[in-house]
């Protein structure tokens, strides 16, 4: 089992920055790759940002340019620092790692931008 916890979401008005973070426990040696997805009121849960284990970085396009994705040497910590936020970046922000092919989230930290 693998246990995923977010922390950082809150309230910030459009052009400012919030960093996410996510910290695994459990069988955590299993971990490879991580990623952040955003759920809006209304709309289906969607990919924002992965990284590897080797720290290789996607990003959705809507984000590209003002979300970075990294994580802390020991590979347990993955943070998802956003700047330049928008009003559609309003969500709740999901953690979540998939190794061996099974599904971990976490359960959510809100994000909300004031336009």
């Known amino acids: 089992q693998v246990q995923l916890v977010e922390s950082g979401g809150g309230f910030v008005q459009a052009g400012g920055s919030l960093r996410l973070s996510c910290a695994a426990s459990?069988?955590?040696?299993?971990?490879?790759?991580m990623g952040w997805y955003r759920q809006a009121p209304g709309k289906q849960r969607e990919l924002v940002a992965t990284?590897?284990?080797?720290?290789?970085?996607t990003y959705a396009d809507s984000v590209k340019g003002r979300f970075i994705i990294s994580r802390d040497s020991g590979k347990n910590t993955v943070h998802l620092q956003m700047d330049s936020l928008k009003f559609e970046d309003t969500a709740v922000y999901y953690c979540?790692?998939?190794?061996?092919?099974?599904?971990?989230w976490g359960k959510g930290t809100l994000v909300t931008v004031s336009s």
């Open positions: 979540h790692t998939n190794p061996y092919g099974v599904d971990y």
């Open positions: 459990g069988r955590i040696f299993v971990i490879s790759a």
């Open positions: 990284i590897s284990r080797g720290d290789s970085t």
